[in-house]
């Protein structure tokens, strides 16, 4: 991997956002929105050092806006499958992936993708 570059950091937020029962499912975009901020405001404390923060948002969370220090992009499909396909971009830096799910944990892991679970970007 390529230490110089940030890391880049990919957050399932579909994911990471049903992890905890909030009431999220009242309000998807507005809990989207939330992560966004949360995750522009105090990064990801896993990752020492500069990091390039995306947002993967589907379904009803689409088309929610970046901010600065977090990129949203919204999946034309799958929120899974355009994971994937982020980390099989990014080249030789280093990726981490933000996702409790085990399907798409194996996916990433088998690009070179390191994995870390919902409680690294949400308390």
């Known amino acids: ?3 110089t570059a940030p890391v880049l950091v990919i957050v399932d937020a579909a994911n990471v956002i049903g992890s905890v029962p909030d009431g999220w499912w009242r309000d998807r975009r507005g809990a989207a929105e939330r992560l966004r901020d949360r995750l522009a ?3 990801v404390p896993a990752v020492s050092g ?5 947002m993967v948002v589907e379904g009803a969370a689409r088309g929610v806006e ?3 220090g977090v990129r949203v992009s919204s999946a034309p499909g799958s929120g899974d499958d355009h994971i994937v396909d982020l980390v099989a971009s990014a080249g030789d830096r280093p990726v981490l992936v933000i996702t409790a799910d ?3 944990r194996r996916r990433v ?3 070179g ?6 409680r690294t970007v949400r308390p």
Do not use: F, K, Y
């Open 109 to 111: 892991r088998e690009l």
């Open 1 to 3: 991997m390529n230490d």
């Open 50 to 54: 500069p990091a390039e923060i995306v």
């Open 41 to 43: 405001s105090e990064g």
């Open 102 to 104: 085990r399907e798409l």
């Open 66 to 68: 970046s901010v600065p």
């Open 113 to 118: 993708a390191d994995v870390a679970g919902p």
